[in-house]
């Protein structure tokens, strides 16, 4: 069998990935060699480059975009998430990259200068300016409580919050917990549709989270690196749960008009049925969709091809009609 990967490149692959899963990655700049970011920027990176894009999709069918001109990009990394946000808003004018590894951050820096040269590339300062879209991705299991404290200290100054994390459970509820902290300075964006508590901290919810599921690209897997890596690693490349939150500093108007709820993970599908975690501001609740009842609906659910921001029309606990945001017809 034809291998597309050394064997130093497999071993510090295998180093990477048994940091991250036993939760030790946060414990010191674990960086050493330039050629380790730059495999870890094309491999585990690069899927979270594929969450990012999932997120960056939502908000531009629920039309948000920063009004913030300069970005932090905060445990950059190699900076894979400065770079998607710079590459989804071209109106932003500058990016500022902040890690624990000096050697991370000057990769993030080449790279972002090489893609977007019409960007102002700097390090991070201990006060924001006003006009910030502080940006986050898989930081928030390296982060002792202190530090994590000290993290919504610097988010309170942003104008604007997009946090992405991986899909367990643990990270999820973290990030709910971050919600609450701020939800008295920020207007929550995405996922929630709603500025009340979060309906996951009932008691009967504690075995919930909140996380969706991002698409991989089709073309990985007619790619025979990306399936060699897969085979190597052990990892499902179909596979991508993240969790998210999207902030902003209140307006007149909310980000997403009353009524609408949002889809918990995946429908669970059953004989002629799916059951749909749904969060609204009443709360969480699991909704039955039957076939018969809203065939295009149960469909485009199944299929994962309906957006996850729908007006459910409900009768005794199931979904008979749907609107999908902002005024689609109803799909029936």
């Not at 502080?134 to 942003?158: F, G, N, T, W, Y």
């Not at 295009?296 to 199931?318: D, F, I, M, N, S």
Request: net charge neutral; aromatic share 8%.
């Amino acid at each position: 069998m034809i291998k597309y990967w050394t064997c130093p490149e497999l071993a510090a692959l295998r180093r990477m990935r048994e940091r991250f899963l036993a939760g030790t990655a946060g414990a010191q700049d674990y960086w050493r060699l330039p050629e380790d970011i730059a495999l870890y920027d094309r491999t585990f990176a690069e899927r979270i480059g594929w969450k990012w894009d999932a997120v960056l999709a939502e908000l531009t069918a629920r039309a948000w975009q920063p009004q913030s001109r300069h970005v932090l990009d905060w445990g950059c990394g190699s900076g894979v998430a400065g770079r998607r946000v710079l590459a989804q808003w071209p109106h932003l004018a500058s990016l500022a990259l902040h890690d624990r590894s000096p050697l991370a951050v000057r990769y993030a820096a080449e790279k972002a200068r090489a893609d977007f040269p019409q960007v102002s590339i700097r390090g991070a300062e201990p006060t924001l300016p006003p006009d910030t879209l502080l940006v986050l991705s898989h930081v928030i299991s390296e982060l002792p409580e202190r530090e994590l404290a000290q993290l919504l200290d610097l988010a309170r100054q942003a104008r604007e919050i997009v946090w992405v994390e991986a899909g367990t459970h643990a990270d999820s509820r973290r990030l709910v917990a971050v919600r609450e902290s701020l939800r008295a300075e920020f207007a929550a964006v995405a996922p929630c549709t709603h500025q009340r508590a979060c309906g996951l901290l009932t008691a009967g919810n504690a075995r919930h989270w909140c996380h969706h599921f991002a698409a991989a690209p089709s073309t990985i897997f007619q790619d025979a690196r990306w399936m060699d890596f897969g085979r190597e690693l052990g990892i499902d490349l179909r596979s991508l749960p993240y969790s998210f939150l999207v902030l902003e500093r209140p307006r007149a108007t909310p980000p997403t008009p009353a009524g609408f709820s949002h889809v918990i993970g995946e429908p669970r599908e059953g004989k002629g049925h799916l059951k749909v975690l749904s969060c609204h501001a009443d709360g969480v609740a699991e909704l039955i969709l039957q076939k018969r009842d809203a065939p295009a609906l149960y469909r485009a659910l199944r299929k994962g091809e309906a957006t996850p921001v729908q007006r459910w029309q409900v009768v005794e606990g199931k979904i008979v009609a749907a609107t999908e945001f902002p005024d689609s017809d109803p799909a029936a």
